[in-house]
């Protein structure tokens, strides 16, 4: 079993920006497709963006794309989601999500995913 727990989250006004961690309890990522999706409030959880075990392929969705960045330290622990010029939109609790897939892909579909973190709450005020 693999525990994702998810770091990062916090209060921010709109047009600031936050890093996201996203670590696997007692191991690394390296073997891992991860992906970041979100939850707002009284909505469906969406897929936001992942980044392939190699970490050579991103992908993103259009509503975050040119301000959401996803990336993996050099050690493979962590994986990271960068927010900058945050909007109220983007208020939402924010899951990372590991695939042990052994395609070079990534997916925006939840059920590509085998482990999931608990999630980490973001709050942007305008």
């Known amino acids: 079993q693999v525990q994702l727990v998810e770091s990062g989250g916090g209060l921010v006004q709109a047009g600031g920006s936050l890093r996201l961690s996203c670590a696997a309890s007692?191991?690394?990522?390296?073997?891992?497709?991860v992906g970041w999706f979100r939850q707002g409030p009284g909505k469906e959880r969406e897929f936001v963006g992942a980044?392939?075990?190699?970490?050579?392929?991103?992908y993103y969705a259009d509503s975050v794309k040119g301000r959401f960045t996803v990336s993996r330290d050099n050690a493979e622990i962590t994986v990271y989601l960068h927010m900058n010029s945050l909007k109220s939109e983007d208020t939402a609790r924010y899951y990372c999500?590991?695939?042990?897939?052994?395609?070079?892909?990534?997916?925006?579909?939840?059920?590509?995913?085998?482990?999931w973190g608990q999630g980490t709450q973001v709050t942007v005020s305008s």
């Open positions: 999500a590991a695939a042990i897939s052994a395609r070079s892909v990534t997916s925006q579909l939840e059920g590509f995913y085998d482990y």
């Open positions: 007692g191991r690394t990522l390296s073997s891992f497709h």
């Open positions: 980044i392939i075990r190699s970490g050579d392929s991103t």
